[in-house]
C-alpha cells in the first residue's frame, strides 16, 4: 500500500515555472513507478511523465517534452515535477500515481495508486 500527497500547485503566468510535489508513504517506495498525470476540466485524465524505481529511466509526453522534468528522492519518499515554459493548456490538476511497472506505463487504468491532486492555473 503506498499513500500519496501532492503539493506544490498554483497560479503562474505563461512562461514561468512550478516545482511540485509528491510525498510518498511506505517502506516500499522505492520499489515504484511514479508518475504524474492531469485532467483539464472536461478532458480524459492524461499521462505527463514518469521514473523508474532507480531514477534512471524517465518517459515523457510529447507535449511537455523539453519543459518539464521528473526526479526522485528515494531516501525522502518523494517525487518531483519541475514545470518550466509553461503554457496556458497546462492548466489542470495534475496526480501523482503510482505502479510497479515500466516507466512508460501510460494508461491511467493501470496505475493502482492515486495522491488526491494539485490545480497548476497557468495564466494567459
Known amino acids: 500500500q503506498v499513500q500519496l500527497v501532492e503539493a506544490g500547485g498554483g497560479l503562474v503566468q505563461a512562461g514561468g515555472s512550478l516545482r511540485l510535489s509528491c510525498a510518498a508513504s511506505?517502506?516500499?517506495?522505492?520499489?515504484?513507478?511514479m508518475a504524474w498525470f492531469r485532467q483539464a476540466p472536461g478532458k480524459e485524465r492524461e499521462f505527463v511523465t514518469a521514473?523508474?524505481?532507480?531514477?534512471?529511466?524517465?518517459h515523457y509526453a510529447d507535449s511537455v517534452k523539453g519543459r518539464f522534468t521528473i526526479s526522485r528522492d528515494n531516501a525522502k519518499n518523494t517525487v518531483y515535477l519541475q514545470m518550466n515554459s509553461l503554457k496556458f493548456e497546462d492548466t489542470a490538476v495534475y496526480y501523482c500515481?503510482?505502479?510497479?511497472?515500466?516507466?512508460?506505463?501510460?494508461?491511467?487504468?493501470?496505475?493502482?495508486?492515486w495522491g488526491q491532486g494539485t490545480q497548476v492555473t497557468v495564466s494567459s
Open positions: 500515481a503510482a505502479n510497479l511497472g515500466p516507466p512508460n506505463t501510460v494508461k491511467a487504468g493501470l496505475y493502482p495508486y
Open positions: 511506505g517502506r516500499t517506495f522505492r520499489s515504484y513507478t
Open positions: 521514473i523508474n524505481w532507480s531514477g534512471d529511466t524517465t
